[in-house]
Nanobody, 126 residues
Framework: QVQLDESGGGLVQAGGSLGLSCAAS????????MGWFRQVPGKEREFVAA????????YYADSVKGRFTISRDIAKNTVYLQMNSLKPEDTGVYYC???????????????????WGQGTHVTVSS
């Protein structure tokens, strides 16, 4: 069993920065592919960024490339999302996600069962 504990988020003006963190616990935590998704009311949860368990390979949605950075502290089983140059359209609930199968984080399908964090709100005002 894996538990994901998120922190960070909040309210920021457009152009500002925020950081999120997600600590994973459980006997397989060190081998998880981890990532971030976000969701706004009435829309499906969308992929934001992912990092593989060794921390060498990172992936981003086109909408956040060059502005967001995902990183990982392997010793702490914690993944971070640094969000810069935030835009109002970045507003949403951000969820940490993890699974032993990288495909499920990179190409999540609604029928997949993966581990989710509790979600944290990010609001970017214009």
């Amino acid at each position: 069993q894996v538990q994901l504990d998120e922190s960070g988020g909040g309210l920021v003006q457009a152009g500002g920065s925020l950081g999120l963190s997600c600590a994973a616990s459980g006997h397989t935590a060190s081998r998880l592919a981890m990532g971030w998704f976000r969701q706004v009311p009435g829309k499906e949860r969308e992929f934001v960024a992912a990092i593989m368990w060794r921390g060498h390979n990172t992936y981003y949605a086109d909408s956040v490339k060059g502005r967001f950075t995902i990183s990982r502290d392997i010793a702490k089983n914690t993944v971070y999302l640094q969000m810069n140059s935030l835009k109002p359209e970045d507003t949403g609930v951000y969820y940490c996600a993890a699974d032993l199968e990288p495909r499920k984080v990179l190409n999540y399908r609604p029928e997949d069962t993966i581990y989710w964090g509790q979600g944290t709100h990010v609001t970017v005002s214009s």
